[in-house]
């Protein structure tokens, strides 16, 4: 909430471990987390920063969105 998250283009050869990126899952969804390992040549393995499993879908060139950027944050504008 009252946050924007911006995702640069990257290279999926560029990647590397520990690196935060977005990604689409088979869903539709939008996922922001972090690189774990590779899973192969054309695949990465993700997980959320908070969570304790790795995620069930890989990164994959396909679905990549981009690696993060930055993070801005908006407190004024929250409704009180």
């Not at 050869?13 to 987390?33: I, P, Q, S």
């Not at 304790?52 to 409704?79: C, F, I, M, P, Q």
């Given at each position: 909430k009252n946050?924007?998250?911006i995702v640069?283009?990257?290279e999926f050869e560029?990647?590397?471990a520990g690196m935060t990126v977005?990604?689409?899952t088979k869903n539709g969804d939008r996922v922001l987390h972090q690189l774990v390992r590779r899973a192969g040549r054309?695949?990465?393995i993700a997980k959320g920063i908070n969570n304790t499993h790795e995620?069930?879908?890989y990164v994959?060139?396909?679905n990549l969105l981009g690696v993060l950027y930055t993070v801005l944050y908006n407190e004024a504008?929250?409704?009180r």
């Amino acid at each position: 909430k009252n946050t924007i998250i911006i995702v640069r283009p990257i290279e999926f050869e560029e990647l590397e471990a520990g690196m935060t990126v977005g990604y689409l899952t088979k869903n539709g969804d939008r996922v922001l987390h972090q690189l774990v390992r590779r899973a192969g040549r054309d695949a990465w393995i993700a997980k959320g920063i908070n969570n304790t499993h790795e995620d069930r879908e890989y990164v994959t060139e396909k679905n990549l969105l981009g690696v993060l950027y930055t993070v801005l944050y908006n407190e004024a504008s929250e409704v009180r």
